[in-house]
């Protein structure tokens, strides 16, 4: 989750036919920006200049080494001058990372008393960036367009979440998805091209016997439990009474099924690290050797950034730690979510999203309590889990569907509100939320996409996140937001069908 170690490339365009002079502006331009780039806290990760590039050899080899790179997550591209496209076209039919074309000057402002041709030899990107552009429109390339001066806060703004999301895209390379068990049987969402996902985005999609942990879990040691309880739970958390240290029979067998979740936390957490996962899947018909389904421990999990995603869906479950890794640093927080139940009054209407036990606490609205309650489900003993309310503010909900030729992503721009009344009966993390353009219009214009009824819930990150991530990522994207009409949507589904049947 370390983002900041992360290395972008930046690439500056030019040619030979300027001489020495005007290059050694270029190169000196290039590092003022660099290192301007590098200190600023609004670009998460580092920017590392290469030499300009001014012939199809030097470029073809950039792009070559950024290809081999295990710490180049993405490309930046910027023509100071004109640099003839050509040039550039072997070395972008062999990148195979995200790339960002940024269409600025170093100059702010035209300087009238003084242009003359040699300044506007220098300072062209108008007439080298369209160049540098229409190659990638010629090569369909996919790629994100950042243009504006290079020193404005909304531009960095931008960069920084294509950074984030190209972050996201390279952790997803070099993870796997442990997947404990299989799908919940019967359910068809949760099911999906393993494969495939793998060659689109780089999930390796992996199963793990239920067994493997419960054998884990039998080894870890109440001192084990009882140290993370006294150094962590009771500083980070509320403690419902009956979980504190007490001599009576009722009150030790609560303390002790918070124990439990410890002990399964601890022994999943060797197996994450040991498998080199960043995101996991439970399923509560495969608990064989486990005392209860992993709640509390899932939620710790995700705390820490794994991904999650319940009844054995490894889709939400990797895209639940690629949106930690995308949020990294940033206020808010990032949950496995489910849409559970509507609130139709007129005016009012909202919907409440929960889960059985596993809500990431870094959605929490104050500090979070862990209770223990029956769980009516998988036939296990009685779960601690924490139980809070999501804090208020604007969200994105995100999922990912198999469509069979294609992968879709579903965002819907939502906007939690406070929680006033009291549920006494749903011991659950819960979010209670609007969506965008109003409750009718959301849920009708999902379920014509496809959507999922797992999703993934984060008020850290923004539609233009996961826009940036799929398009990466190359699976389509589909944005339902206050400008959403279903009957235009509708047709734009149909589009996107004509074209990926194409392709």
Request: charged content about 25%; proline content about 4%; aromatic content about 8%.
């Amino acid at each position: 989750m370390e983002i900041n170690k992360i290395e972008f490339w930046f690439i500056v365009g030019s040619q030979d036919l300027y001489g020495d002079e005007t290059l050694r502006q270029v190169a000196e331009h290039a590092r003022i920006m660099t290192d301007d780039f590098n200190n600023d806290p609004d670009i998460p990760c580092k920017v590392l200049l290469k030499p300009t590039a001014i012939s199809p050899s030097g470029i073809r080899g950039l792009f070559e080494e950024a290809a081999s790179s295990a710490f180049c997550a993405g490309i930046i591209t910027w023509m100071h001058t004109f640099s003839p496209s050509k040039m550039w076209i072997q070395g972008l039919s062999v990148n195979r990372k995200p790339l960002l074309h940024l269409h600025t000057q170093f100059n702010r402002d035209i300087p009238w008393a003084s242009i003359d041709m040699d300044f506007m030899n220098l300072n062209q990107s108008a007439h080298g960036d369209r160049e540098h552009g229409y190659i990638h429109a010629r090569m369909r390339l996919p790629r994100k367009v950042v243009a504006g001066f290079w020193k404005d806060a909304d531009l960095r703004r931008r960069v920084g979440i294509w950074m984030r999301a190209a972050a996201a895209k390279h952790d997803g390379m070099n993870k796997v998805v442990l997947r404990l068990g299989d799908n919940m049987r019967e359910v068809a969402v949760t099911e999906g091209d393993k494969t495939e996902a793998q060659i689109k985005i780089g999930w390796q999609v992996n199963t793990w016997g239920i067994g493997d942990l419960a054998a884990r879990y039998a080894k870890v040691s109440d001192a084990q439990a009882e140290k993370i309880v006294t150094g962590e739970y009771e500083s980070l958390y509320e403690l419902a009474p009956e979980l504190k240290q007490t001599g009576s029979a009722a009150k030790a067998h609560a303390r002790n099924a918070m124990f439990e979740q410890v002990k399964i936390e601890i022994a999943l957490k060797e197996m994450l690290e040991k498998e080199n996962a960043g995101a996991f899947t439970t399923t509560f018909q495969d608990l064989h050797g486990l005392p209860q389904l992993p709640g509390l421990a899932a939620q710790r999990l995700m705390e820490q950034g794994y991904g999650f995603g319940a009844e054995g869906d490894w889709k939400q479950s990797m895209l639940t730690r690629s949106a930690k890794v995308m949020a990294a640093g940033l206020k808010g927080g990032t949950s496995f979510m489910e849409d559970y139940t509507y609130h139709f009054e007129p005016g009012n209407e909202a919907a409440l999203g929960a889960h059985m036990l596993e809500i990431c606490p870094t959605i929490a609205e104050g500090k979070p309590r862990i209770e223990v309650h029956p769980l009516g489900i998988g036939g296990k003993a009685d779960p601690a889990r924490m139980v809070f309310n999501a804090a208020a503010g604007p969200a994105v909900l995100t999922t990912i569907v198999d469509l069979g030729n294609r992968f879709r992503m579903i965002v819907n721009e939502i906007e939690t509100i406070k929680i006033k009344n009291e549920m006494p009966k749903l011991p659950v993390a819960r979010a209670l939320w609007k969506p965008y353009p109003n409750l009718r219009d959301s849920a009708e214009a999902w379920i014509l996409c496809g959507g999922t009824h797992h999703s993934v819930y984060s008020s850290s990150l923004t539609a233009e996140y996961f826009r940036d991530w799929a398009e990466m990522c190359g699976i389509e994207f589909v944005l339902i937001d206050k400008n959403t009409n279903v009957n235009r949507l509708r047709d734009e589904l149909r589009w996107s069908a004509a074209y990926y049947d194409r392709v």
